[in-house]
């Protein structure tokens, strides 16, 4: 599902969606992501990640726990940004419904769901409204999933020039901003990975 799908991807089947949620991206995010997995085709469990963290090696994603971010609401000011407002308000929302959550999920790495259980749990979930909810901590709670993992066991991040040139990447996975992609992870990455993926074609 794709507003804008990328010129060099191939081997996938794409459905264009658009992003009409202008101050809502999870919102935006959850629709496409409830589109994609109402499909007739779908497996029993599926997983998402983010566009901004990168697979150093190998792993069974049918082992992969929650993963989750050791921030609590606390760490979310009531007058934040947007996003730490809509984390927030995704406590909030799971607490009136009596589930209370100690962290929230929203780690920028791989999660796993149950298809046709999250289905159920969103079916009556207003996700579009206002400045909606965050994916995953939303999903989480509703699934009743509490405990897992913290990023830092699996994720090296990277969000400065320095660490993009010499943060250690022996981790899982590797997440990253604009400022330490272009600040010399770039490179690291394709010194480590020199060839083009299945999915990537020449342009």
């Not at 989480?140 to 405990?147: D, K, Q, S, W, Y």
Request: hydrophobic content about 35%.
């Amino acid at each position: 599902m794709a507003s804008d799908p990328p010129a060099w991807l191939t081997g996938v089947r794409i459905i264009q969606m658009d992003d009409p949620l202008k101050h809502n991206k999870d919102g935006n995010i959850i629709r496409k992501v409830l589109a994609a997995i109402a499909s007739d085709d779908i497996t029993p469990e599926f997983a998402w990640s983010a566009d901004d963290c990168v697979l150093l090696s190998e792993f069974d994603f049918e082992s992969l726990p929650p993963v989750f971010n050791a921030r609590c609401k606390a760490d979310f000011p009531e007058n934040g940004s947007i996003w730490q407002r809509r984390v927030r308000r995704t406590f909030e929302y799971l607490e009136g419904r009596g589930l209370h959550l100690t962290h929230n999920y929203e780690s920028h790495t791989p999660q796993r769901f149950p298809t046709r259980k999250l289905l159920r749990a969103m079916r009556n979930v207003d996700y579009l409204s206002g400045i909606g909810y965050t994916i995953n901590t939303l999903f989480c709670g509703l699934l009743g999933i509490t405990g897992g993992f913290d990023q830092a066991l699996f994720k090296r991040t990277c969000e400065t020039e320095t660490a993009g040139k010499d943060a250690k990447l022996s981790r899982i996975l590797c997440g990253y901003n604009d400022r330490a992609f272009s600040g010399g992870l770039r490179a690291r990455l394709f010194k480590l990975f020199p060839k083009k993926s299945k999915y990537e074609k020449e342009l």
